[in-house]
C-alpha cells in the first residue's frame, strides 16, 4: 500500500487582497454603508462608555470624597467619640487610609430676612484634604469662628448670599457640657463664607473646633470619616479598622449605604450592555451587507473558481474585505470618538451644583474598543466568506442558481 502525501494548500494573498479591494471599488455605495455602520458603532460606543465612566466616577467622588467616606467609625453607645483625635491619629498611621477626618454634627435653627429653617449644623476641620461636602461658590472654609458655610438650598430659602450674616440657634442641651447656665441652645451671628451643594446642600458647616468648644469638649467627634485610595478596598479597610478600633460601629460604604451600591450596580450594568448594543449595531448590518454582496457576486465567484482558486482563497478574500472594511470604520469611527468624547469634556451633559459628568477616556479603553469592534467586523464577515467559498461553480456558470 502506497501512502501520498497531499500537497498543502496556501492562500495567495496578493491576489486574494487584490480581489478584496477591487470587490470593495466595484460597490461604492455598499462600501460607504459597512464603512459607516462600523464608525457609528465606534462612534456612539466609545462616548457612551466613557459617558458612564465619568457618571460612576463622579458619583463615588461626590458621595465619598466630597461626602461621607469610604469608611464610617461611629459610637457603639451614645452619641459622641470622647477620644476622637487619639482614635483619628492611630488610625492615621494605616498606609490604606489617605486621610481620617472627624466631624461633629447638632441641631440648629438657621434664621435671616425673617425667615427660618431647621438644620443640621456640622463641625468639620477646616485644613483637612476631604470635607464632607463640595463648595460651589465663595471661599474654604478658614479657622474665623464667625464664618458658615451654607448649602444652596438652605440659602435660597433664606434668602442669603455671601457676605450676609445668618443668626444660627444651635442646640446645646443635647449634649453633656461644663456651661449650664445658656438655656441649653447658643445663638450665633455667623458670615456666610460660601456655599455648598448637592448632599450638603441642606446643610451648614462651621469649624469643629467652634462647634466642640460650645458643646464643651473640643476632641469630641460624633463621627470619623476615612478616605482612601481605592474605593472598592472599602470592606477590607473596614476590617482593618474594626480590629484596631474595637467597641465602635464601623461600616463601608457598601454596607453603609444601599443606595450608592445600588446605583453604582446599575452604572456598571448599563455600561455592560451598551457594550451588547454597540457589537449588535456593528456586527448584524456587516452581516447583512456583506452576505448580500456575496449572492450579487456569485458569477463572479464562479469564474474564478473555474479559474483554478480553491475554497480557501475565496474564503480568504472576502474575510479580508471585512477586515478592511473594520479598519476603514474603526479608524474614521476612533477619530470622530476622541473628536466627540473631547467635546464632552468641555461641554459636560450634566453640570449642576459642582457635580459635572465628563467622560473619562483612556487609551487602553479606546484600544480595547477598537480591536473590539474590529473583531466583530471580521467575525460578521466570516459566514459570508464561508458561503462563497461553498458555492457550487458549475451550477452558478450554467444559471441554476
Do not use: C
Request: aromatic share 6%; hydrophobic share 50%.
Amino acid at each position: 500500500m502506497v501512502l501520498t502525501l497531499q500537497p498543502p494548500v496556501y492562500v495567495n494573498v496578493r491576489i486574494a487582497l487584490f480581489l478584496a479591494r477591487r470587490s470593495l471599488r466595484e460597490s461604492v455605495l455598499s462600501t460607504g454603508l459597512m464603512v459607516v455602520a462600523i464608525a457609528v458603532g465606534i462612534g456612539f460606543q466609545v462616548p457612551g462608555t466613557a459617558n458612564l465612566e465619568g457618571y460612576r466616577a463622579e458619583l463615588l467622588a461626590q458621595s465619598l470624597d466630597a461626602g461621607s467616606g469610604d469608611v464610617r467609625v461611629r459610637p457603639a453607645y451614645g452619641r459622641l467619640l470622647y477620644d476622637a483625635d487619639a482614635i483619628v491619629s492611630r488610625l492615621s498611621r494605616s498606609p490604606l487610609i489617605a486621610e481620617a477626618t472627624p466631624l461633629i454634627g447638632t441641631a440648629a435653627q438657621a434664621r435671616a430676612n425673617g425667615r427660618s429653617s431647621s438644620v443640621t449644623v456640622v463641625g468639620v476641620e477646616p485644613h483637612a484634604r476631604f470635607h464632607p461636602y463640595r463648595l460651589v461658590s465663595g471661599a474654604p472654609l478658614g479657622d474665623a469662628k464667625d464664618t458658615v458655610l451654607l448649602g444652596v438650598s438652605l440659602a435660597e430659602r433664606l434668602g442669603v448670599g455671601l457676605g450676609d450674616r445668618v443668626e444660627v440657634r444651635i442646640l446645646l442641651s443635647s449634649y453633656p457640657r461644663l456651661v449650664l447656665d445658656d438655656d441649653g441652645y447658643g445663638t450665633y451671628s455667623l458670615v456666610v463664607g460660601g456655599l455648598v451643594g448637592l448632599a450638603a446642600s441642606d446643610g451648614a458647616f462651621v469649624t469643629r473646633a467652634f462647634l466642640a468648644g460650645e458643646l464643651g469638649d473640643e476632641h469630641v467627634a460624633s463621627a470619623i470619616l476615612i478616605h482612601i485610595a481605592d474605593h472598592e478596598r472599602a470592606p477590607a479597610v473596614a476590617t482593618e479598622v474594626a480590629l484596631a478600633v474595637p467597641g465602635l460601629i464601623v461600616r463601608s460604604w457598601m454596607d453603609d449605604s444601599s443606595y450608592l451600591r445600588s446605583s453604582v450596580r446599575a452604572v456598571d450594568t448599563l455600561a455592560r450592555a451598551s457594550w451588547v448594543m454597540g457589537i449588535l449595531a456593528v456586527g448584524i448590518p456587516v452581516l447583512a451587507l456583506l452576505y448580500v454582496s456575496t449572492l450579487h457576486r456569485r458569477r463572479q465567484i464562479g469564474l474564478l473558481t473555474a479559474m483554478g482558486f480553491s475554497r480557501l482563497d475565496l474564503f480568504a478574500t472576502f474575510l479580508l474585505q471585512a477586515l478592511m472594511l473594520g479598519m476603514a470604520g474603526a479608524v474614521t469611527g476612533g477619530i470622530g470618538a476622541v473628536a466627540l468624547v473631547h467635546y464632552l469634556v468641555r461641554h459636560p451633559i450634566f453640570d449642576s451644583q459642582a457635580f459635572a459628568i465628563r467622560p473619562i477616556l483612556t487609551a487602553g479603553d479606546l484600544s480595547l474598543t477598537v480591536l473590539i469592534v474590529l473583531a466583530t467586523a471580521v467575525a460578521a464577515g466570516t459566514y459570508p466568506a464561508w458561503r462563497a467559498s461553498r458555492l457550487n461553480p458549475s451550477r452558478i456558470l450554467r444559471g441554476i442558481e
